[in-house]
C-alpha cells in the first residue's frame, strides 16, 4: 500500500495507486484541501493546474475533453474505464467540427479510474497518445468517486497534476476564478461560415462548441463568430438575423463588460439566444441575479421541466454558477427548470430564449435540438 | 386518469428457461407500487414458490393456469376495474392480447394499464413491427415472412444466407434457427412453424458479427421519455441475448452512435405508444456507424431487471406507476431520495452479466450456444475494472472456477486448437476457453474472427492472462498483488490472503449528489469505503442462494425474503446475493444489500466490513450449507443449526451411522470410498443401487446404477464430485412411495408438513408431483423419526427429511438442514410459514412440545415444469438426477381438482382433444390403468413398448402424426432412448405436453374425468372448501 501525504496536519484516507512499477509512470493529484493522490501518469508528464471538475458521462471523452468550457480546468470522469474506444481523426465541414468541440483539448488535464488503450473501426489514436501529442497531462488509478465526493462537498477546488511528488501548496494558492478564461478560448478575429443564406447568425464567442455552430448552420444560417469582446455597435454592424451568446468557462461575473454590450443589443430587438454561461449573461442583463451552486450539475443525464407544456427532456449539463425563480426579474419566463433542485434551466423574454443545458448535447442526448427550432422560428416571425 | 380501486395483474408461472425469476421480482416491485396508493390488488399465478404469491405482496391470490380462459373466470368472479400485463413476461402479455381480442376486457369493463393492445401488437408481429419500422423510417434488418414451407424456400434465394429463422409471440428465442445453407433451411422449417402461433415465420439475413446492443426505455402516458440503460453483449448477434455475456454500461460504444441509437429507441418507444417500459435491441456493424433496429419487447423483461439491478433504477416500480397515469418526473427516485425517476442512471462501476448452464443433466443436448435461450440463471459481477467485474462473475456461477484464469480448464491439458474449437462451436463459458487459447498463444485477431467479441474485451482478458502467467512463474511482489487485487483476482486464487475491498454505494448518479443508497458492492479499484464501518448494531446477514441451477431457484429467494422479513423485526438486515433475477437483489426489501460473490472470502469481508457476526445460511440452500464450516472457523456465527450440526447432515456416511444409532430406519447402505467397496454392496443386496456423493443438492452425481459397469462409473464420477467428502450406496427400493417432511425445530420441537409424491422412489423429488394432504404415508412414523433426530442433533431452524416408504415402513433416505425446495409449497398449502417459524425456533422455544402438524384443509398439488423444448436435442426422461426448471401449485376442492389445475398450469400442457400416444418401457401397468380410465379418447400405443388392447402404430407413423399435428398428448414411463428418442424430441420439439411417469399418467388422466373444477382465491381454499 502506499501512503499518501495531506498537506494539512489531518491524515487522509484517500490512497491510490496503478498497476505499472515504473517510476517514471507515477503522478500525483494535489488538491486546495491538502489532498494528494498518487496515482500513474499518461498523456504528456508535465505540471498542469486548474479548477477541478467532473462529469459523470459516461462517453463522450473526446467531444468533452475539446469542450471549451473545461478551459482552466482538470477534469475528473467518475465512469471507471476511460478510453475504450480510442480517439477519431477530426472531420470537418467547411469549418466547423463534427466529432469534436474544438481544435484541440481543452480541459488542462484528466483524472481517471483507468486509462485504456481503445479499439474501433474509426479510431485514428489512443486518449494517451493524443494527450500526449496536446501536452495535456492525465492521471490513472485513482479512487474518482471518492475524489468526486470530495469535490461535490468541498464545491470547485484548485488541483494540479505533476509527474513528480512536491510541495504544492504554493501553486495551489492560484485564483483560478479571477482568471478570464473566455479570453483564451474566444476567437481572436470574426470568423465567418458559409450557411444556406437563410439569414445571419451572430455567434458571441465566449468559448463556443463546434456543436452549436453546426446546429445552426444546419438550419440554413450563414455565421460570423466573433470575438467575446465585440461590442454592440460592432455585432451589429453585421445587420444580423439573430445573436447567440455561447457557452464558455468561468464566472459569469466576470464578464460585467459583456452584460453591458447585451443589455445595449437587447434594445435592438434582434432574436437572442443565450446557451450555458449565455443564459448566465442574458440573465444578468435583464437584471436577475446568477448564484454559485451548492452542487454543480455535472452530468449528461438531467431531465428539465418545459414550464409552459409540462414535458420533461433528458439534458447535457456542466455548470456551476446558475439562477433559482426568485433570482429572475419581473417579465421574464421560466422556460425550464429541473425538476430535482428547481434551478433555472431555461428562460423566455420577448424575443430572447436560453438554456442552462446544452441543447447541442456533444456528449449528451439529442432531444433538444427544437431549442434552435425555436430560435430559427423566432428570427423567421420576428418572436418567439 | 381516474386512479383504479381494484386492479388485476397477471404473473409469468413457473419458472422455464427464458421465463424466470425476474418476473417474480418485477410483478412484486408492481404490486408494491399498487399498495402504495391504496389499490386493491389481485394476482393470478400459479408459481407457489415466488415472493409475489404471499398476502405480504397481493391482496388475493389466485393459483391458477396463466391462460385466458383462467383469468377470464378470475375477471368475472373479481371484477377488476383495471389489469396489468406487462409484468409476467410473455405469458402475460400473451393473455392480455387474448382476453382484449376475445372482447372480455371490454364486457367485463376491465382498463388494461400500461401500453395499448394495439402498441403492443405493433411489437408482437415481427411483420407489423417491422411495416411500423419503416412507416416511420428506421432500419430493420432485410427481412420477408414466409406462411409456407415453399414461400421460405423462394425468399431464402433472395434474401442469400446465411439466414436467420424467427417465429412471432416467441419465448426465449424459441424457434429461432440459423441456416447457413438450403439444407439446413429445410431441416429448420418444420420446427419454426410448429412453434408459430400465427403459422408465419420471419426469414432474416443474419448479422453475422455485429455488435448485440439493448436499451431499456421508460416513457409515460404524456410522452415524457426516459433511457435507463444500455446493455452491451459481448457475444455478437446470433447469440441470443439470454445466452450473452454482458455489460452494463456499455463499453465501446462511441457519444455519436450511443445517442444515435438511443434517439432511436425512443422513437421505437413512441411507435408502440408505450407507457411503462420496453427494451429495444439493435445490432450494431462493428465497422461503421450502421444499424438495424431487431425488435423490441414492450413489457418488463429478463433485461429489464438486469438493467435495474445494474443501474439501481427500479423499472417495474416506477413503470407501474407510470401505468397509473403518473408523469416520470413525479415519480421520486427511490434510491437517492433526493432526485426523480426522470433521469438516466450514471454508472460509477462496470457490471457484468453471466449466464450459468445445467447442459451436462440432460442426455442428447446440443451443447452449442445459438439463438435459442438455454440457459438457466445469470449472475451479475460488479466491479471497478473490467477484470474484475468479469472474474467476480465467473466465481459466483459457482461452476468451480477460481475466476477467468487459473482453473480447471486453464490448468488442463486442451490444446490451442481444442479451446479454438471450443470457442467456434460456441461451448457455454466461452470466456474461459478465451483464456485459456491466450495462455496457449492464440492472437486477439483470430480469437476476434472466430468469437465476434470485440478486440476491446478480448485485449482485457489477453491481459489478464499475461499478468497471471508472469506471476505464475515469477511469483509476486506487493505491487504485483495490488495488480491482482485490482484484477480481480480472490485471496483463494492467489493462494495467499489479501487486503478487504472497499465498499461502494450504487447511488444511479455517480456521486454526483449525496445519497442514501444501501445498495452495495466491493471493489479493490478504490482507496476508500462509501459508508464508514459503523458496527452494526445487532446485525443479521443473510444469504440469498446466489445463482439459479436446477434445484436452486426462486423458492430460495421466497426463504430469504421470509427470513428478511421475520428478522427485520428483531434484527439490523444485510441480505448478500449476486442473482440479478431475484425479488432478493432488490435494494429495497433490506436494510442493506451487497451484490456480492457468496464465498466465504466475500462473506468474510462483508462481515469484517459492516460489523456483523451472525450469519443466516440456510435460505441460500447448499450455497450456505458449503461454506458453514469456514466461516464458523473463521469466528462467524451461523444463526441457526451451526457447522457441526451442518456436517452430520451432509456426510452421508456419519448421517447413516447416526440414523443406526437412534434405530431409525434406512435403506441397507454402505460407505463406499472404493469400486471394491461398492461391489462387496451389490454382492450382498443386488442391483439397482443408488450412488450417492455428500455436500451436494439436486441429485447432482446420484445416480441408480442398474450394473456393475454403470456402478463403477457412477462411484467414480461421484467420489470427483464430492471431493473429501465420502460418497454412500444403498439399496434402491422399486417402485416404493417416496415422502418428503419440510419442518422447523427449536432443537427439541417441530412444526412440520409431510408432502407425498405421486411419482415412485427414484424420481428425483424436485421434479416429483407432491400432494398435500399425503394420501398413504405412515405420517406418525415419520414424526416420530424426525423428533428423534431433532432431539439429538439439536436442529434449530429449517430442515427436510427424505423418506421412501417400503412396505408402510418410512426410510430415512437424507435430511437436509436448510430451507428446502418445497417449503413454499408446504407454507402455503397450511397456511403457514416455515421460515418465519424456524426463525422462532432460533430465537426461543416453541409454545408447544412434540411435533406440530399445521391443519391443512385444502388440497394442493405441485407440479413440475421443465424445459424440454428449449433444450435443443435432450432427451425428455425422468430420473434421479433433477432436470425440472420451475414449479407450479393449484388448490382444489379434492386432490383430482387441484392436481388438473397444476398440471394445466405447467407449459404447455393442455387438454387433449383428439389423439393420445401411450406407450410404455418393461412396466406398463400404471400406463394400462391409466388408459382404462380414459373414455372419449383416441388411443394409440407404440409397437415394441405397447400398451395391450390399444392400436399399434410404428415408430415413423408416430413421428409423422407427430408432425403433422395429430396427436395431442404422449404418455409413456422409464427411459428407452434408444427406442424413442425420436418421439419425446420431436414432441418437445413441437411444444406438446407429455407425462414421462406411470403413476403420473394414472392420476392425470384419471383426473381428466373431473367434471367440475374450481377457480376460487387461495384462502378461500385454506379456509376449507364447503
Known amino acids: 500500500m502506499i501512503i499518501c501525504r495531506r498537506l494539512g496536519f489531518l491524515p487522509t484516507r484517500m490512497h491510490i495507486a496503478s498497476y505499472v512499477v515504473d517510476m517514471k509512470d507515477e503522478a500525483w493529484l494535489y488538491l486546495e484541501d491538502g489532498t494528494s493522490v498518487k496515482g500513474s501518469s499518461f498523456g504528456s508528464r508535465t505540471k498542469r493546474g486548474g479548477e477541478i471538475v467532473f462529469t459523470t458521462a459516461m462517453n463522450g471523452y473526446p467531444e468533452s475533453l475539446t469542450d471549451p468550457s473545461y478551459k482552466g480546468q482538470i477534469l475528473v470522469i467518475t465512469h471507471p474505464l476511460v478510453g475504450n474506444y480510442g480517439i477519431p481523426k477530426s472531420i470537418a465541414d467547411k469549418g466547423i467540427l463534427e466529432n469534436f468541440e474544438s481544435e484541440g483539448i481543452k480541459a488542462e488535464g484528466l483524472v481517471v479510474s483507468e486509462v485504456t488503450v481503445g479499439s474501433k473501426w474509426n479510431s485514428n489514436t489512443s486518449l494517451g497518445r493524443w494527450m500526449e501529442d496536446s501536452d495535456v497531462p492525465g492521471i490513472s488509478g485513482v479512487d474518482t468517486r471518492a475524489l468526486t465526493k470530495k469535490i461535490r462537498e468541498r464545491g470547485v477546488m484548485n488541483g494540479i497534476i505533476s509527474p513528480r511528488e512536491y510541495n504544492a501548496a504554493e501553486d495551489l494558492k492560484e485564483d483560478y476564478g479571477g482568471i478570464n478564461f473566455v479570453e483564451k478560448v474566444s476567437v481572436k478575429e470574426p470568423v465567418v461560415y458559409e450557411g444556406g443564406g437563410r439569414g445571419r447568425v451572430v455567434v458571441v464567442d465566449l468559448g463556443i462548441k463546434h456543436g452549436i455552430l453546426n446546429e445552426v448552420r444546419r438550419r440554413g444560417y450563414d455565421i460570423v463568430r466573433v470575438p467575446y469582446d465585440s461590442n454592440a455597435e460592432k455585432i451589429m454592424s453585421y445587420e444580423p438575423s439573430g445573436i447567440l451568446y455561447s457557452n464558455g468557462p468561468g464566472n459569469p461575473n466576470l464578464l460585467s463588460e459583456q452584460v453591458i454590450e447585451l443589455k445595449k443589443l437587447m434594445e435592438h430587438n434582434v432574436p437572442i439566444l443565450g446557451i450555458c454561461l449565455g443564459q448566465q449573461l442574458v440573465t444578468l442583463a435583464l437584471g436577475g441575479r446568477v448564484r454559485k451552486m451548492a452542487f454543480g450539475h455535472r452530468a449528461v443525464n438531467k431531465a428539465v421541466v418545459n414550464h409552459i407544456d409540462g414535458r420533461a427532456y433528458i439534458t447535457t449539463h456542466n455548470h456551476g454558477y446558475a439562477s433559482y425563480a426568485e433570482d429572475l426579474p419581473d417579465g421574464v419566463e421560466r422556460w425550464f427548470s429541473s425538476p430535482d433542485d428547481g434551478v433555472v434551466e431555461g428562460v423566455r423574454c420577448n424575443n430572447i430564449i436560453t438554456t442552462q443545458f446544452h441543447p447541442e448535447s456533444r456528449p449528451g442526448a439529442n432531444d433538444t435540438g427544437f431549442v434552435f427550432d425555436a430560435f430559427a422560428r423566432m428570427i423567421k416571425n420576428g418572436k418567439a | ?1026
Not at chain 2, 437517492?336 to 443433466?361: G, N, Q, V
Not at chain 2, 420439439?989 to 403420473?1000: Q, S, T, V
Open chain 2, 1 to 1026: 386518469m381516474e386512479r383504479p380501486r381494484k386492479v388485476l395483474l397477471v404473473g409469468s408461472g413457473a419458472i422455464k428457461i427464458a421465463e424466470a425469476a425476474e418476473f417474480d421480482y418485477s410483478g412484486s416491485q408492481a404490486l408494491k407500487a399498487l399498495r402504495e396508493e391504496g389499490i386493491e390488488t389481485v394476482l393470478v399465478n400459479p408459481n407457489v414458490a415466488t415472493v409475489q404469491t404471499g398476502y405480504e405482496m397481493a391482496d388475493k391470490i389466485y393459483m391458477l393456469p396463466v391462460s385466458a380462459d383462467s383469468v377470464e373466470k378470475v375477471v368475472e368472479r373479481e371484477r377488476p376495474d383495471a389489469i396489468m400485463i406487462g409484468f409476467g413476461g410473455q405469458s402475460a402479455l400473451n393473455v392480455g392480447v387474448d382476453l382484449s381480442s376475445n372482447g372480455s376486457l371490454e364486457r367485463c369493463g376491465v382498463r388494461l394499464l400500461g401500453t395499448p393492445i394495439r402498441g403492443i401488437e405493433k411489437a408482437l408481429s415481427r411483420e407489423k413491427f417491422k411495416e411500423e419500422m419503416e412507416r416511420i423510417g428506421i432500419d430493420t434488418p432485410p427481412s420477408m415472412v414466409a406462411n409456407s414451407k415453399e414461400e421460405a424456400i423462394s425468399h431464402a434465394a433472395e434474401l442469400d444466407y446465411p439466414i436467420i429463422l424467427r417465429v412471432s409471440f416467441n419465448l426465449g428465442g424459441r424457434g429461432s434457427i440459423i441456416a447457413n445453407s438450403p439444407e439446413e433451411l429445410e431441416a429448420g422449417l418444420d420446427k419454426a412453424f410448429a412453434q408459430s402461433r400465427t403459422g408465419e415465420i420471419l426469414m432474416e439475413k443474419h448479422l453475422k458479427g455485429w455488435k448485440e446492443i439493448e436499451y431499456e426505455v421508460v416513457r409515460d402516458s404524456y410522452g415524457n421519455c426516459v433511457v435507463t440503460a444500455c446493455i452491451e453483449n459481448l457475444d455478437p448477434m446470433g447469440v441470443h441475448t439470454g445466452e450473452s455475456v454482458a455489460v452494463t454500461p456499455a463499453q465501446t460504444l462511441d457519444n455519436h452512435e450511443y445517442q444515435l441509437m438511443r434517439s432511436t429507441a425512443i422513437r421505437v418507444a413512441e411507435a408502440i405508444e408505450l407507457v411503462g417500459e420496453c427494451n429495444v435491441q439493435f445490432a450494431l456493424d462493428p465497422k461503421s456507424y450502421k444499424f438495424y433496429v431487431i425488435e423490441t419487447n414492450p413489457r418488463m423483461s429478463r433485461s429489464s431487471a438486469l438493467a435495474s439491478k445494474a443501474t439501481g433504477y427500479p423499472l417495474a416500480y416506477v413503470s407501474a406507476k407510470l401505468a397509473l397515469g403518473y408523469k416520470i418526473y413525479d415519480v421520486k427516485n427511490t434510491v437517492s431520495k433526493a432526485t426523480t425517476a426522470c433521469f438516466e442512471p450514471s454508472l460509477d462501476y462496470i457490471t457484468i452479466k453471466m449466464p450459468r448452464w445445467d447442459l451436462d443433466k440432460f442426455e442428447g443436448v446440443n451443447e452449442s450456444l445459438g439463438t435459442e435461450m438455454k440457459s438457466i440463471g445469470e449472475v451479475m459481477g460488479i466491479g471497478r475494472s473490467f477484470e474484475e467485474a468479469m472474474q467476480k462473475a465467473a466465481r459466483m456461477l459457482e461452476i468451480g472456477e477460481p475466476g477467468i484464469v487459473g482453473g480447471y480448464i486453464y490448468n488442463s491439458e486442451m490444446s490451442l486448437e481444442a479451446a479454438e474449437e471450443a470457442l467456434k462451436k460456441r461451448r457455454p463459458y466461452w470466456f474461459l476457453y478465451a483464456a485459456k487459447a491466450f495462455k496457449e498463444g492464440g492472437t486477439v485477431e483470430h480469437l476476434n474472427k472466430i468469437t465476434g467479441v470485440a478486440p476491446f474485451f478480448l485485449e482485457k482478458i489477453k491481459d489478464l492472462v499475461s499478468f497471471y502467467e508472469r506471476i505464475d512463474k515469477n511469483g509476486m511482489d506487493r505491487k504485483d498483488e495490488e495488480t491482482a487485487r485490482k484484477l480481480g483476482f480472490s485471496g483463494k486464487q492467489l493462494g495467499r490472503k489479501v487486503q478487504a475491498p472497499f465498499v461502494k454505494q450504487m447511488d444511479t448518479l455517480a456521486g454526483e449528489w449525496p445519497a442514501k443508497a444501501n445498495y452495495l458492492y466491493m471493489t479493490q479499484n478504490a482507496s476508500e469505503d462509501d459508508l464508514t464501518g459503523e458496527e452494526a448494531k445487532n446485525g443479521l446477514l443473510v444469504l440469498g442462494a446466489g445463482c439459479f441451477r436446477i434445484g436452486t431457484s426462486v423458492e430460495f429467494d421466497w426463504s430469504a425474503i421470509s427470513l428478511v422479513r421475520s428478522a427485520g423485526k428483531t434484527y439490523d438486515v444485510t441480505l448478500a446475493n449476486c442473482n440479478p433475477e431475484t425479488v432478493s437483489t432488490d435494494w429495497d426489501v433490506v436494510d442493506r444489500l451487497y451484490f456480492e460473490e457468496l464465498n466465504s472470502e466475500s462473506i468474510i469481508n462483508i462481515c469484517m466490513k459492516s460489523g456483523i457476526r451472525k450469519v443466516a445460511l440456510f435460505a441460500a440452500g447448499q450455497t450456505g450449507n458449503n461454506i458453514a464450516m469456514e466461516l464458523e472457523s473463521s469466528g462467524v456465527e451461523i444463526f441457526g443449526s451451526g457447522a457441526r450440526k451442518i456436517e452430520s447432515a451432509e456426510n452421508r456416511e456419519s448421517f447413516s451411522r447416526l440414523c443406526e444409532r437412534l434405530e431409525i430406519k434406512q435403506p441397507e447402505w454402505a460407505n463406499a470410498g472404493s469400486a471394491i467397496e461398492a461391489k462387496r454392496f451389490a454382492d450382498s443386496y443386488g442391483f439397482p443401487i443408488l450412488v450417492r456423493p455428500s455436500f451436494v443438492l439436486s441429485g447432482s452425481a446420484m445416480k441408480i446404477a442398474w450394473n456393475i459397469d454403470e456402478l463403477t462409473n457412477y462411484i467414480e464420477k461421484a467420489a470427483r464430485i464430492s471431493g473429501k467428502h465420502p460418497v454412500v450406496v444403498s439399496r434402491y427400493i422399486d417402485d416404493a412411495i417416496e415422502a418428503d417432511l419440510d419442518c422447523a425445530a427449536d432443537s427439541n420441537s417441530i412444526i412440520g408438513v409431510a408432502m407425498e409424491h405421486v411419482e415412485e422412489a427414484g424420481v428425483h423429488s424436485g421434479d416429483a408431483t407432491l400432494l398435500y394432504p399425503a394420501e398413504n404415508l405412515p405420517k406418525e412414523k415419520m414424526k416420530e423419526a424426525a423428533l428423534r433426530l431433532v432431539g439429538e442433533m439439536g436442529i434449530r431452524g429449517p430442515f427436510n427429511i427424505q423418506f421412501v416408504i417400503d412396505r408402510n415402513e418410512p426410510l430415512v433416505i437424507e435430511l437436509n438442514m436448510r430451507a428446502s425446495r418445497s417449503m413454499p409449497f408446504a407454507s402455503k398449502s397450511t397456511g403457514i410459514n416455515l421460515i418465519k417459524y424456524a426463525f422462532d425456533g432460533i430465537e426461543g422455544r416453541y409454545g408447544w412440545s412434540g411435533f406440530n402438524e399445521p391443519k391443512g384443509r385444502a388440497h394442493s398439488v405441485k407440479s413440475a415444469q421443465f424445459s424440454w423444448s428449449q433444450l435443443r436435442g435432450a432427451y425428455p426422461s425422468l430420473g434421479p438426477e433433477m432436470r425440472s426448471t420451475g414449479e407450479v401449485a393449484s388448490f382444489g376442492k379434492n386432490a383430482n381438482d387441484a392436481l388438473l389445475k397444476s398440471w394445466l398450469s405447467v407449459a404447455p400442457n393442455r387438454l387433449p382433444r383428439s389423439k393420445i400416444l401411450i406407450y410404455g418401457s418393461s412396466d406398463t401397468a400404471a400406463l394400462k390403468r391409466a388408459a382404462e380410465k380414459l373414455r372419449g379418447f383416441d388411443l394409440c400405443t407404440l409397437e415394441g413398448a405397447s400398451v395391450d388392447n390399444l392400436h399399434s402404430i410404428s415408430l415413423d407413423e408416430a413421428v409423422h402424426m407427430l408432425k403433422g399435428g395429430k396427436i395431442d398428448l404422449v404418455v409413456t414411463n422409464g427411459n428407452m432412448m434408444e427406442k424413442d428418442y425420436a418421439i419425446r424430441r420431436t414432441a418437445a420439439d413441437i411444444n406438446l405436453p407429455m407425462i414421462l411417469n406411470g403413476r403420473l399418467a394414472d392420476r392425470v388422466l384419471g383426473a381428466f374425468s373431473e367434471k367440475k373444477l374450481t377457480y376460487l382465491e387461495l384462502s378461500e381454499y385454506l379456509a376449507g372448501y364447503e
